[in-house]
């Protein structure tokens, strides 16, 4: 069968982790998240980890050759078969380049492009309000789910934390780098009739029909 590969792009807090459900599920891709990786880097105490950590509690993005080496390792393995789905990478256009290049050189599908688009309000109210599991990576919000730091995970009993880089500053710096570093991709990506925009502002539900029924619509017209 074909391999199919996907991209969810957009701001910290918009909502990629929480769609990466619905894309999996409907297409049997894996899910590739490098903040998880990178998270569970740190934890483990890995040289990785230790090169990462600095630049991931300031909100600053890790350096492109780190991450284009762990997204070239694991696109490789063999649950990536029926395709990927990256959630969080590319976030620079030397790594969109990267990627495009170890696609093609791989013989594998270029990706498809979801750039879920929510305004800087909505981010701030959702990343602070974000907790996540240590074990599962579960995504939670505290105006949503009736759970805090500390409380177990209803999905799998484990501890649930809040992101160093979920505080105030941190998430400043992280749309900041978002607008300088990763706005430039939807051009890029449109140009190249891969991208699809779907409007991240509604509740989860309908901004999951959207994204799927846009998928199904074909690319949006490039400029
Ligand atoms: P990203 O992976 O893009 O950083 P997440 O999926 O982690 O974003 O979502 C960020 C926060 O917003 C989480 O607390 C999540 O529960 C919440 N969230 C996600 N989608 C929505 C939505 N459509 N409406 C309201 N809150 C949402
Ligand atoms: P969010 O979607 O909430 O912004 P992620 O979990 O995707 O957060 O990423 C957390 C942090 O990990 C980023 O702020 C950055 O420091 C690092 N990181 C993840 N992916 C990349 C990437 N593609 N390039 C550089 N840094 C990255
Ligand atoms: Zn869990």
């Given amino acids: 069968m074909a391999q199919r590969n996907f991209i969810l792009l957009g701001p910290p807090g918009a909502g990629k982790g929480t769609q990466a459900a ?6 049997g891709v894996a899910h590739i998240s490098t903040g ?14 230790r090169q990462g950590q600095e630049y991931m509690n300031a909100g600053k993005l890790v350096p492109d050759d780190l991450v284009i080496n762990i997204v ?13 789905l990256l959630d969080g ?9 990267a990627l495009s ?52 995970c209803p999905a799998c009993g484990g501890k649930i934390y809040q992101r160093p880089d979920d ?9 900041r780098v978002y607008h300088q570093q990763t706005d430039p ?12 925009a779907v409007p991240g502002e509604g509740p989860i539900d309908e901004v999951r029909d959207a994204m799927l029924d846009r998928l199904a619509a074909g690319p949006d017209e490039g400029a």
């Avoid at 070239?72 to 990927?84: K, P």
């Avoid at 696609?103 to 305004?119: F, K, M, S």
């Avoid at 074990?135 to 789910?145: D, L």
């Fill in 167 to 175: 505080q105030k500053e941190a998430i400043a710096e992280r749309l």
């Fill in 72 to 84: 070239r390792q694991r696109v490789q393995e063999s649950d990536c078969e029926a395709g990927f």
């Fill in 22 to 27: 619905a894309l999996v599920k409907r297409f």
């Fill in 36 to 49: 998880d990786m990178l998270r569970e880097a740190v934890e483990k105490g890995t040289e990785l980890g």
């Fill in 101 to 152: 290049a170890m696609v093609d050189e791989l013989g594998l599908a270029q990706p498809r492009v979801v750039n879920i688009v929510v305004d800087d309000e909505e981010i701030l109210r959702r990343l602070s309000g974000r907790r996540m599991c240590r074990e599962c990576n579960a995504i939670y919000h505290v105006a949503q789910h009736n759970l805090d730091v500390g409380d177990t």
């Fill in 89 to 97: 990478f590319p976030r620079t256009l030397a790594q969109a380049e």
């Fill in 185 to 196: 991709l939807v051009p890029y990506y449109t140009d190249r009739g891969q991208l699809v």
